[in-house]
């Protein structure tokens, strides 16, 4: 159990974060926590194997890559263990087989809507989003980007650097400035934590602003999302939970204040009429088509309500 508790703290305390990477890290966790069960039977394993689960679910409550992760790893029906075992590091393995082969996907398709010579603003640090600004780098394109800061954990930091080491030119900008250079961008591109089944994206705290700010600019506005960050309990009415995180992050001195609560969302709600063009490793969709995406492609049965 100790790589599962030490891969949830990294998750909860964000040394590992971005939707995508703590789903593949939770798939790992499980698979390599099942390998080396001592167990005598498969009650005991499935057991086990459910408590291990849950200490990975609890530890960030928007991200649903992460329960798609785990549900698609739990997914074995065999009579027993040594088969539930292999089921699970299977399942483990080809999620993050899939997971990469989706990004890069997402990187081939999402890339066209990018022309030579475009600015293209991002929010945070996606790895779809950065795969899509790459690919198009690649390709031969001569773009420009704008990241934003992403406070408070500026993340937007990551993406910088890591644009940097592409080569490819960019500038670094407070979160406030969104609308202020918004008539110099092209298209917004942003990952997605949880794209709901009519088609509402939730993100990093700041997108919904951006949108917003695109809108009023006629900027388009793309989202870069793998299929497993499309929520299917949605479509059984179910909110996203919002993960409020400690206030610290936003200002360490806040104990001084003896009137003041400070309040630090991670995420924020954008609706999808603000939004042109969801693209995934299935296709590049407009927001309305992703009750289709969670149905067809999450495999996603009503019975596993629960
Ligand atoms: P990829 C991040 O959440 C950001 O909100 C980002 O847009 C999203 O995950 C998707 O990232 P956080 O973990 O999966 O920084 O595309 O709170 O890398």
Not at 149 to 163: H, K
Not at 285 to 290: G, T
Request: hydrophobic share 45%; proline share 3%.
């Amino acid at each position: 159990m100790d790589r599962v508790l030490d891969t949830a703290e990294k998750i909860r305390s964000m040394e590992i974060r971005g939707a995508g990477r703590i789903a593949t890290a939770a798939a790992a966790a499980l698979r390599d926590f099942s390998r080396d069960l001592q167990v005598q039977s498969l009650n005991e394993f499935d057991i086990e194997m459910q408590r291990a689960a849950d200490v990975l679910l609890m530890t960030r409550p928007t991200a649903v890559s992460l329960s798609n992760a785990i549900r698609l790893v739990m997914k074995y029906r065999v009579d027993d263990l040594e088969s539930a075992r292999r089921a699970v590091i299977e399942n483990a393995d080809r999620f993050i087989e899939n997971s990469q082969k989706a990004v890069e996907k997402i990187g081939q398709i999402g890339s066209r809507r990018i022309r030579d010579g475009d600015t293209v603003l991002t929010h945070c640090n996606s790895l779809a989003a950065i795969s899509v600004i790459s690919a198009a780098h690649k390709s031969g394109k001569k773009i420009k980007v704008i990241a934003t800061e992403s406070r408070p954990r500026f993340q937007g930091i990551t993406t910088i650097g890591m644009l940097d080491k592409l080569g490819i030119e960019t500038e670094l900008i407070v979160d406030s400035a969104a609308r202020s250079v918004m008539n110099e961008v092209d298209l917004v591109v942003v990952g997605a934590d949880v794209i709901t089944a009519n088609g509402t994206l939730v993100n990093k705290i700041g997108t919904a602003q951006i949108a917003l700010a695109a809108r009023e600019a006629r900027t388009s506005f793309m989202v870069a999302a793998e299929t497993y960050k499309f929520s299917p309990k949605t479509i059984l009415g179910e909110l996203v939970t919002i993960e409020e995180r400690d206030p610290q992050e936003v200002l360490p001195g806040i104990a001084q204040y003896k009137h003041v609560k400070v309040r630090n969302p991670a995420f924020d709600v954008t609706p999808h009429q603000y939004i042109d063009l969801i693209c995934t490793e299935a296709g590049a969709i407009p927001p309305e088509m992703s009750y289709l995406i969670i149905k067809e492609r999450l495999g996603w049965e009503m019975e596993e309500d629960g």
